[in-house]
């Protein structure tokens, strides 16, 4: 059974940063492809960014690019997601899911979910 733990949601100011991680138990991130997603109020959760675990390779949706970045530490099973020049649009909750292999940013093709971290943007 897979695991997925995120942590390192808060409240920051716009124009500021945060670091999520999600760590994976029960599989290695070497044959799994990790997504982050987000969910604000009364808007439908869209896909931010994937990435490879084995290459690091990453896909980022247009709206937080150079913004967002995603890296990965192969040996503590954890992900990363950077987020830089924060906005008050970027409120939600965020969270990360596995799937075997390859990257997409469809969620209904995550089998595995986080329980979610809150991130607010707001002065």
């Known amino acids: 059974q897979v695991q997925l733990v995120e942590s390192g949601g808060g409240l920051v100011q716009p124009g500021g940063s945060l670091r999520l991680s999600c760590a994976a138990f029960?599989?290695?991130?070497?044959?799994?492809?990790i997504g982050w997603f987000r969910q604000a109020p009364g808007k439908e959760r869209e896909g931010v960014i994937c990435?490879?675990?084995?290459?690091?390779?990453?896909w980022t949706v247009d709206s937080v690019k150079g913004r967002f970045t995603s890296s990965r530490d192969n040996a503590k099973n954890t992900v990363y997601l950077q987020m830089n020049s924060l906005k008050p649009e970027d409120t939600a909750t965020y969270y990360c899911?596995?799937?075997?292999?390859?990257?997409?940013?469809?969620?209904?093709?995550?089998?595995?979910w986080g329980q979610g971290t809150q991130v607010t943007v707001s002065s």
């Open positions: 899911a596995r799937r075997d292999f390859y990257c997409t940013l469809d969620e209904n093709e995550f089998g595995f």
């Open positions: 029960g599989r290695s991130l070497d044959n799994s492809a």
């Open positions: 990435i490879n675990g084995r290459t690091g390779k990453t």
